[in-house]
């Protein structure tokens, strides 16, 4: 079994920071991308940022130059760190891996329960 555990949501005042974190566990042979995706209400879910085995990234045109994402492959751990918040990031906030199990020659989508992001004053 594989999981991803989302942890570092919260309310933040416009402008603030968050940093979400996405640690992925069980029985893992490899993780090839990982990334954050969002729903606000009413919304489709949307890509954030991914960042691949090799460090190269991919942002949303809506993200760029506020969003960081890097991971930590030793701990297999992603991290999205969030500045200059505004009231359009509230959404729940998705974590996503490409990991093959040990028990499979396959690599799956896995996806994380989700953390609540509300950017509020």
């Known amino acids: 079994q594989v999981q991803l555990v ?12 968050l940093r979400l974190s996405c640690a992925a566990s069980g029985s893992i042979f490899s993780i090839n991308a990982m990334g954050w995706y969002r729903q606000a ?9 991914t960042i691949r085995g090799s460090g190269s990234t991919n942002y949303a045109d809506s993200v760029k130059g506020r969003f960081t994402i890097s991971r930590d492959n030793a701990k297999n751990t992603v991290y999205l760190q969030m500045n200059s918040l505004n009231s359009d990031d509230t959404a729940v906030y998705y974590c996503n891996g490409e990991i093959r199990p040990r ?3 396959y ?8 953390t609540q992001v509300t950017v509020s004053s």
């Open 6 to 17: 989302e942890s570092g949501g919260g309310l933040v005042q416009p402008g603030g920071s």
């Open 41 to 49: 209400p009413g919304k489709e879910r949307e890509l954030v940022a």
């Open 107 to 114: 690599i799956y989508s896995y996806w994380g329960q989700g």
């Open 103 to 105: 028990d499979s020659p």
